[in-house]
Each structure stands twice: as structure tokens, then as C-alpha cells.
């Protein structure tokens, strides 16, 4: 089966962290933004990954097709950020007649995918929100979509979609996707695969919708932690090796690797391989690969890979490479 993932953001509101790091890259709970995507992705039969890329997204390829050998990825580069249907219309050579999906690469979602599969029906993932105004939205009745609209600035539903869609035909999605771009028909300047879809609905392509548990922000970094306590709760990541002197308050993940002495770790802390933390104390808090911690005491933060730590205590959202005192 083939998903469609677009990951062209530059993740403004995650930088410093981006300005080296893609925010898809971004490791929480034991994996990247997009491993936590695709591992659901796999449990649910897909083999075939086109990733729609733009800013550092030789890295988001690479990383990728390392992580995930078994699978067929391919890529296609968004030079324009003018709009989600126009991201998706560049994975049309990549798509055939047969079930596809399209997954938005910046939100972690539980839910349960086999409801977005169907051979009958195209399939929406939805979410009821108390302000629809800030998302795409379906009109239902019962659990037909009868109309799908962007943003709207009076009230319609508040069904708001996840940005989980399943597509019973490839070649059909593509096929709305490019008279809409043919048409130069934009809503809030950028052509949206919500308005791709209404004309599938006009032209009689059912659409049905299912609700997800849980829909789970990665945009900025206050979000970040908040998604990685719940994927921790979860039991998402895991702990492994001995540490010297050091007491670890689960929940957290620990990649293999990481060297922790004298130090109280958790709860709620996820530290990527290759790090070292050394006489600290963390807690709510993500560390890259390959960082080093002295003497800190840090809570609610990000630290990027590569960095290094030393002073007290403190609230801190770091790049990669970083050298700070306190």
C-alpha cells in the first residue's frame, strides 16, 4: 500500500532546533516525529513511502530509507509552499489506481488505521475541536461527509480534519488534485486538498470519516514535550543499559548508549543515543544524540544533538552544536 507524507515545512516555530534538524527528525519517546508515523504506517500493511520534501529534506530521505530498508521510498521536492493539494499532486507519477494514503508528516495520531481503508468509500480522520475556525472541517450527516470546508469563518461543524486521509483510488485523488491546480481555484492563497476533495464529493466519490483516540501536536516546542509525555504514558521508547549513581523516575526513554552517573533522570525525559549526563537532574525534557550534560539542572526543555551543557538550573530550548555555561 502507498502513503503519501508531506514533510516540506521548515518548522519556524521549532528553531533554533531546526535550523540543522528537520522537525520530522526530531527524536521524542524513542523515535523520530516520522518513525512514530511510519511504524503505523507498517502495521497497517504500507510498503510504498513517497515523501514530499523541501527544506533539509535530503536528510528526512536518507534518514528514512536507512531506518526502513524494507521500504519503497521515494521522493519528490515541494519548491513552492502554496498549499497541501499542490504537495500532493507532486506525488502523482508515484501513484497508481490502488488504496493510498496521505498522512501530514507533523502530527503523531493513535488511532486505528483499518478504518481508513476502504474499498467502497475514501475515508477522512477526524477530531471533534472546541474552534473549527483553525482547521478543515466535514459536514456530516450521520457518518457521510456531505461537504468539506477550509477554515470556515462561520460555524459549520466542528468535526476538524486530523490530516489522515484514505483514498480508495490514487489515480482519482490525483486526477481533483490537478483540475483544482489547473483551475487556479485557492482558499486563503493556497490550494487545499480539502477543496481537492469536495470535488470528488460533487462528482459523486463518497466520503465516510472515523474519529481518532488521539491527535497530538509536533509544531513548537511546548507541544513537543506535551506529545512526549503522552507517548511516554503510552509506554512509547524504551530504557535500556546500567547506570552509575543514577536514579531514573520512569516514565522516560533512554536510547542504548547513553551514559548517565550520578544523576536523577525523569520523569518524562527522552535521551537519544551517543549523550552523557553527568551529575543533573531532568525532568520534562528531550536531549539529542551525542550531547553531554555537566552539573545542570534542567526541566521543560529541548537540546539539540551535539551539545554541550554545563551550570544549573534552568528552562532551555537549544540547537545542535550549542556550547552553554550557566
Not at 499532486?89 to 493510498?100: E, F, K, V
Amino acid at each position: 500500500m502507498h502513503a503519501i507524507i508531506p514533510v516540506a515545512g521548515k518548522g519556524t516555530r521549532m528553531r533554533p532546533l531546526t535550523w540543522s534538524v528537520p522537525k520530522v527528525l526530531i527524536r521524542l519517546a524513542g523515535n523520530t516525529v516520522l518513525g512514530h508515523i511510519i511504524n503505523e504506517l507498517k502495521a497497517y500493511g504500507v510498503d510504498h513511502i513517497t515523501l514530499i520534501v523541501g527544506y533539509l529534506g535530503d536528510e528526512i530521505v536518507k534518514w528514512t530509507r536507512a531506518n526502513y530498508p524494507d521500504i519503497k521510498v521515494d521522493y519528490a521536492v515541494q519548491e513552492r509552499m502554496d498549499g497541501l493539494a499542490s504537495a500532493v499532486h507532486l506525488a502523482s507519477r508515484m501513484t497508481d489506481d490502488g488504496q493510498t494514503l496521505v498522512v501530514l508528516g507533523d502530527t503523531l495520531f493513535r488511532a486505528d488505521l483499518s478504518l481508513a481503508l476502504s474499498d467502497e468509500s475514501n475515508m477522512i480522520a477526524v477530531k471533534r475541536v472546541e474552534d473549527p475556525r483553525r482547521f478543515g472541517v466535514v459536514v456530516l450527516d450521520g457518518r457521510i461527509v456531505t461537504r468539506l470546508v477550509e477554515k470556515p469563518s462561520e460555524f459549520v461543524s466542528d468535526m476538524a480534519i486530523v490530516g489522515i486521509y484514505g483514498f480508495s483510488s490514487g489515480s482519482i485523488l490525483m486526477n481533483a488534485v490537478s483540475r483544482l491546480i489547473s483551475s487556479g481555484i485557492k482558499t486563503r492563497g493556497e490550494f487545499q486538498l480539502t477543496d481537492a476533495m469536495q470535488l470528488m464529493l460533487e462528482e459523486g466519490h463518497s466520503f465516510g470519516c472515523f474519529e481518532v483516540e488521539g491527535w497530538y501536536d509536533c509544531g513548537k516546542p511546548e507541544t513537543v514535550l506535551e506529545t512526549n509525555r503522552i507517548l511516554l504514558d503510552l509506554g512509547k521508547g524504551s530504557s535500556v543499559g546500567e547506570h552509575e549513581n543514577a536514579v531514573i523516575v520512569p516514565p522516560v526513554s533512554i536510547d542504548d548508549g547513553v551514559e548517565i552517573i550520578s544523576s536523577i533522570v525523569g520523569p518524562y525525559v527522552s535521551i537519544a543515543s551517543g549523550s552523557k549526563i553527568r551529575g543533573s537532574i531532568l525532568r520534562n525534557t528531550i536531549i539529542g544524540s551525542g550531547t553531554c550534560l555537566r552539573n545542570v539542572h534542567i526541566h521543560d526543555s529541548i537540546i539539540g544533538n551535539e551539545a554541550d551543557l554545563s551550570g544549573t538550573a534552568v528552562s532551555i530550548n537549544a540547537g545542535s552544536s550549542c556550547i552553554i555555561e550557566i
